[in-house]
């Protein structure tokens, strides 16, 4: 079976811009949650996608939003990028919202 | 709120000696416990988990017991390997909420030398 994908794997932006990443979840996975893990640090949740609706936000501004597909693969996007946004942001998939979340390899984004 | 503490690292140990990392959490109700492993510009993998008390979740040679009474959740290994250096993950999901989002603690790295 096909594992969780994310793209791009490096991403270098500047301040102020856009960006969108991109989360395949594994085959059968219908839930999607989104961390992001700064240097040193453990992942902190972002936000979860059940079935394509947004079922959930850890503690982070409006300029992080995102996306889940009718076949389930996703989308981060931030705004309005400021410096602190340097991280690594991982996607994780599960079949349902209380089974084992299982991660992709994350995208590493840094702002200049 | 809900939180996970863990040893600091980083952590030492020549190849076939006894690991123990702390980890112990707090949190509203019985959450389910995790650990994950991540190696060097990968993601996480999970190692293994328990879903409530007195469970022992075990995996590769690595366990874990979940105690309730002194909340923690301390993953051992009997002998470790090079092969098993990483940054290791202590995690919890609250089942008393609709969606499950992890928390984790800071990690701990592991350096096996041989």
């Known amino acids: 079976e096909t594992g969780v994908t994310q793209s791009p794997t490096h991403l270098i932006k500047t301040r102020g811009q856009q960006v969108t990443l991109r989360c395949s979840s594994q085959?059968?996975?219908?839930?999607v949650s989104w961390y992001q893990q700064a240097l040193g640090q453990g992942p902190q949740f972002i936000f979860q996608?059940?079935?394509?609706?947004?079922?959930g936000r850890g503690n982070f501004p409006p300029r992080f939003s995102g996306l889940q597909f009718p076949n389930y693969s996703s989308e981060l996007n931030v705004n309005a990028l400021e410096l602190d946004d340097s991280a690594l942001y991982l996607c994780?998939?599960?079949?349902?919202?209380?089974?084992?979340?299982?991660f992709g390899d994350g995208t590493r984004l840094s702002i200049l | 709120g809900n939180s996970v503490t863990q040893m600091e690292g980083p952590v030492t140990l020549s190849e076939e000696a006894f690991l123990t990392i702390n980890c112990t959490y707090t949190?509203?109700?019985?959450?389910?416990l995790f650990w994950y492993v991540q190696y060097p510009g990968e993601g996480l993998q999970l190692l293994l988990k328990?879903?409530?008390?007195?469970d022992k979740g075990s995996n590769k040679g690595f366990e874990a017991t979940y105690r309730k009474e002194t909340t923690s959740f301390h993953l051992e290994k009997g002998s470790v390997q090079v092969s098993d250096s990483a940054v290791y993950f202590c995690?919890?999901?609250?089942?008393?909420?609709?969606?499950?989002?992890?928390?984790f603690g800071k990690g701990t790295r592991l350096s096996v030398i041989a």
């Open positions: 994780a998939s599960s079949w349902g919202q209380n089974q084992p979340q299982h």
């Open positions: 085959s059968g996975h219908n839930t």
């Open positions: 996608y059940y079935r394509e609706e947004e079922n």
């Open positions: 949190a509203t109700g019985y959450p389910s």
């Open positions: 328990a879903t409530k008390a007195d």
């Open positions: 995690a919890l999901s609250p089942k008393n909420s609709g969606n499950t989002p992890l928390v």
